[in-house]
């Protein structure tokens, strides 16, 4: 069974700081990781994706993959209080979701 | 122009019955997809259509049966509807290409069973 694995959270952050999300998978045939972002009665939308070793950077959004270690990362930096959603890493192949974190920035 | 379109928005239906969600998108994808999320929020996928064919049947009732008139439709019928069908119902498009599996996604369906 193919599996994603995020923490759920809830992870709490104070305005300004560092937010790191961590996202594993267990499937070494994934080719490309993606990073959603969910607000609660909404659908999800796309931050970026992946598919090389090392980072990738996009505005205050960075994500890190390492494929030997399978685990992929977003780190959001000058965390801001419109940053509360939760978190969705998801895995090519076959599009498959973990479970999501559930991030809070406190002003 | 919406992209992704999912009709009908809310659903509230009693259990036993038969219900149907569609989905239609306008971006010439070449792959569909329906997930359920439930009160966890956690997002299943259930099944893929790339071209009209299915590429993805996850483990499902076989009560679920999603059917591709062509690629820009998907739709998903339930048959004798459970408690434990309530949840939000993802519709979402992609365009196959290595790297580029960008999901789109619909603004959900809320299915509730009473």
């Known amino acids: 069974q193919k599996e994603v694995e995020q923490n759920s959270g809830p992870l709490s952050v104070p305005e300004g700081a560092i937010a790191s999300l961590n996202c594993t998978y267990s499937?070494?045939?994934?080719?490309?990781f993606f990073w959603y972002r969910q607000y609660s009665g909404k659908s999800p939308e796309l931050i970026m994706f992946?598919?090389?070793?090392g980072d990738k950077e996009d505005g205050r959004f960075t994500a890190q993959l390492n494929k030997a270690s399978q685990y992929v990362s977003l780190l959001i930096r000058d965390s801001q209080p419109s940053d509360s959603a939760t978190y969705l890493c998801?895995?090519?192949?076959?599009?498959?979701f973990g479970a999501g974190t559930r991030l809070t920035v406190k002003p | 122009d919406t992209a992704v379109s999912q009709t009908p928005k809310y659903l509230v239906t009693q259990m036993g019955n038969d219900k149907s969600i569609k989905c239609e998108q306008n971006?010439?994808?070449?792959?569909m997809y329906w997930y359920k999320q439930d009160s966890k929020k956690f997002l299943k996928i259930m099944f893929s259509?790339?071209?009209?064919?299915?590429?993805i049947n996850e483990t499902v009732p076989n009560r679920f049966s999603p059917k591709s008139p062509d690629k820009a439709h998907l739709n998903l019928h339930i048959n004798s509807l459970e408690l434990g069908d309530s949840a939000v119902y993802f519709c979402?498009?992609?365009?196959?290409?290595?790297?580029?599996?960008?999901?789109?996604f619909g603004a959900g369906s809320r299915l509730t069973v009473l």
């Open positions: 979402a498009s992609s365009q196959e290409g290595f790297g580029a599996n960008v999901l789109t």
């Open positions: 499937d070494r045939g994934s080719q490309s």
């Open positions: 992946i598919y090389s070793n």
């Open positions: 998801a895995v090519h192949n076959d599009m498959r």
């Open positions: 971006l010439g994808h070449d792959t």
């Open positions: 259509y790339n071209n009209k064919e299915l590429i």
